[in-house]
């Protein structure tokens, strides 16, 4: 994701903390899109998503 600019690493003291860039904040409907969809058509399903079905 680093590699596609989509989050950068800042570093805050000791930790190190990854925010969205705006090119990230236009994915995460995307990502959200396939979340849903994982939850909606395979959740519960381990059979299902080992076949790759």
Same mark, same amino acid.
């Given at each position: 994701?680093?590699?596609?600019?989509?989050?950068?690493?800042?570093?805050?003291?000791?930790?190190? =903390? %990854?925010?969205?860039?705006?090119?990230?904040? /236009? &994915?995460?409907? @995307?990502?959200?899109?396939?979340? =849903? %969809?994982?939850?909606?058509?395979?959740?519960? /399903? &381990?059979?299902? @998503?080992?076949?790759?079905?």
């Amino acid at each position: 994701m680093r590699a596609d600019q989509l989050i950068v690493r800042a570093q805050e003291g000791r930790a190190t =903390r %990854y925010r969205l860039t705006p090119r990230g904040e /236009d &994915a995460v409907f @995307i990502l959200l899109a396939f979340l =849903r %969809y994982g939850t909606r058509h395979y959740s519960g /399903d &381990a059979q299902t @998503i080992q076949a790759g079905r």
